[in-house]
């Protein structure tokens, strides 16, 4: 059971906290954006504030909601990429791969992937690589893959063509859709540019091939059992069902977000042909509290080292080839992390000038995202965690990430 503290003792206004509340309860909640929502605020280790408001579901389907709780079980979708990447990481501490190393000597399809050079998705031409695309590159969405919703480039049409959505239903196992994914035109050379794109799903084969296990089996024996990680799993057990929430999409053609996967009928009841590195996983508050306090505390927990602190210090430095930030250097239109002042770790965006970013953070801040509103962020000069959970896609439909973090730093005192 997650404890809390009083929040003055760690710096916090707790009238700034309270009010932060009832604005969500008033603009989210009772405005029927969000059904309910969960977020976490912890400060030098403990908790300041842990809210959990609202039902798991709304309108039509209020009648089968529950009380939000620290244990309700919520779709993190791309906040599973940080996992993904610690477990390379962990791989790379084991001398079982290098980040340098070339994809195709992994995935052999990928030794003659080329990169897009012009025409249509109907008609094209592409040129060969200049170099192989690498670990690291797929770690840092420096690869010149995509994703298929994207829909800046003919290239993303390639994707939707193919079904390579990188998603849950795409009905394909991870090594059929790699397999795909290496016949299709890059959208740029690797290392020279940033674009998110299906490379954690690119690694969490990687991952199967060097460990000679499924993707769930690896998340479960080097990361999930041993943080204490008890409800995070790309499904669901019948006897947990009762504590998984429902999930929405706003709708901008009705106005409202409408529900696309209950309990009942939920999509997660079985495992996944498709074990995405990239997104996928379900969890809870509790859960990812413990994997944001290993990640605070240097790679350990409870005394157990999963990385090494250098390897941490490592994740958390700029990954950008050119050494700036994502200003110029991403490419399309889509980006969870805006650009000027942002600069992209290993697993998360990075904080590099905080005078240059649109949220209040402090430099070195890291962070993620996932579809459904779901965000955390690691601020090393405040000494802060803060985890928001609400299951209501797609993410940015809504100003809650700036408004929270404008919330949450408007409270500190010292």
Not at 306 to 325: I, P, S, Y
Request: charged content about 20%; some cysteine.
């Amino acid at each position: 059971m997650l404890e809390t503290v009083e929040a003055e003792k760690l710096g916090f206004d707790s009238d700034k906290l309270q009010q932060l509340t009832a604005y969500l309860d008033k603009h989210y909640v009772e405005a029927e954006k969000f059904s309910g929502y969960a977020y976490l605020i912890a400060r030098h280790g403990e908790i300041a504030s842990l809210i959990c408001r609202g039902k798991s579901a709304m309108r039509q389907e209020a009648a089968d909601g529950f009380e939000i709780a620290p244990d309700s079980i919520f779709r993190i979708y791309s906040m599973t990429k940080p996992l993904t990447s610690l477990g390379l990481m962990m791989l790379v501490e084991q001398g079982k791969v290098q980040l340098n190393d070339p994809l195709k000597t992994y995935i052999p399809a990928f030794a003659n992937t080329q990169v897009w050079e012009n025409g249509t998705a109907q008609d094209y031409t592409a040129r060969p690589l200049e170099r192989d695309m690498t670990l690291h590159d797929l770690l840092t969405h420096q690869s010149g893959l995509t994703y298929d919703f994207v829909a800046d480039h003919p290239v993303d049409a390639l994707y939707r063509r193919k079904q390579l959505n990188g998603a849950r239903n795409c009905g394909k196992t991870l090594e059929e859709f790699v397999d795909i994914l290496a016949q299709l035109p890059l959208l740029f050379a690797p290392g020279t540019g940033w674009n998110y794109s299906v490379g954690l799903d690119v690694i969490g084969r990687v991952i199967e091939i060097v460990a000679n296990q499924p993707l769930d089996i690896f998340f479960k024996t080097h990361l999930l059992e041993p943080l204490g990680m008890v409800d995070t799993d790309f499904d669901i057990s019948p006897e947990k069902k009762n504590r998984l929430t429902h999930c929405y999409y706003h709708d901008p053609n009705i106005g409202y977000p409408r529900a696309i996967d209950s309990p009942a009928r939920t999509i997660y009841d079985s495992q996944p042909r498709f074990l995405g590195g990239g997104g996928g996983l379900l969890s809870t508050l509790n859960d990812y509290y413990r994997f944001c306090c290993m990640l605070r505390a240097d790679g350990t927990l409870d005394g157990k080292q999963f990385v090494k602190a250098e390897t941490l210090a490592f994740m958390r430095r700029n990954q950008l080839a050119h050494g700036g930030d994502l200003d110029g250097y991403a490419k399309g239109s889509f980006t969870a992390t805006g650009v000027e002042g942002m600069g992209f770790g290993i697993g998360w965006s990075l904080v590099l000038d905080a005078t240059k970013t649109q949220a209040p953070t402090s430099n070195g801040t890291y962070a993620w995202g996932g579809l459904a509103n779901t965000n955390f962020w690691i601020d090393p000069v405040k000494d802060l965690i803060v985890i928001f959970l609400a299951q209501t896609m797609p993410y940015g439909c809504y100003p809650i990430r700036e408004e929270f973090a404008q919330a949450v730093y408007g409270a500190i005192k010292d």
